[in-house]
Antibody, heavy 123, light 112 residues
């Protein structure tokens, strides 16, 4: 069965960087884009960007351009999201989510999600 | 401020029907991009509820249905049950923001 398992909670100081991992299993890793979505405490969902595990091409939300880097390691079936220059407003749960394609409707969206990783930014 | 607009909260008694609206614009829903809906139970990751405007993934009860018209979409839940109490999010794509997926602000459903 498809599983996305994320790394554990992190506490960082303002200005530091954080790297969150998402290990995939149960499907062909290179066949599905992976996305990152975050959720600040008590707030809604926010899309950060995506990576194509086949080739490593990325696309980032404008808000995070220059601060986020998404990478992948095909040998371990793991994708990574690194966010730099952290500030208190980056305190959030970060989710990885697999993009699945539905042939009946011709649409693609996120069909499997990781359990989330809490990143706390505090001095 | 979210690109897609949802009511902050809705409520209904068990067995009733509720609907959650999701209003966008000509650069997202109105441009023909699909709308998807997610259910988020407290303390858990979002779960796909409706994809491609009106389709249910395997395992989602037919009490949940989605529709889309013009620049808006709607999620309807019939036969409300206590376990439906959750946050619901609509999501689409916006052509004015390069490669950007966009969300509604979320709607808290309370089962009275």
């Amino acid at each position: 069965q498809v599983q996305l398992v994320q790394s554990g909670a992190e506490v960082k100081k303002p200005g530091a960087s954080v790297k969150v991992s998402c290990k995939a299993s149960g499907y062909t890793f290179s066949s599905h884009y992976m996305h990152w979505v975050r959720q600040a405490p008590g707030k809604g969902l926010e899309w950060m960007g995506t990576i194509n595990p086949s080739g490593g091409r990325t696309s980032y939300a404008e808000k995070f351009q220059g601060r986020v880097t998404m990478t992948r390691d095909t040998s371990t079936r793991t994708v990574y999201m690194e966010l730099s220059s952290l500030r208190s407003e980056d305190t959030a749960v970060y989710y990885c989510a697999r993009e699945g394609f539905y042939y009946d409707s011709g649409s693609s969206t996120w069909d499997y999600w990781g359990q989330g990783t809490l990143v706390t930014v505090s001095s | 401020q979210s690109v897609l607009t949802q009511p902050p909260s809705v409520s209904g008694a068990p067995g009733q029907r509720v609907a959650i609206s999701c209003t966008g614009s000509s650069s997202n829903i109105g441009a023909g991009y699909d709308v998807h809906w997610y259910q988020q139970l407290p303390g858990t990751a979002p779960k796909l509820l409706i994809y491609g405007n009106s389709n249910r993934p395997s395992g989602v009860p037919d009490r949940f249905s989605g529709s889309k018209s013009g620049t808006s979409a709607s999620l309807a839940i019939t036969g409300l049950q206590a376990e439906d109490e959750a946050d619901y999010y609509c999501q689409s794509y916006d052509s004015s923001l390069s490669g950007s997926r966009v969300f509604g602000g979320g709607t808290k459903l309370t089962v009275l």
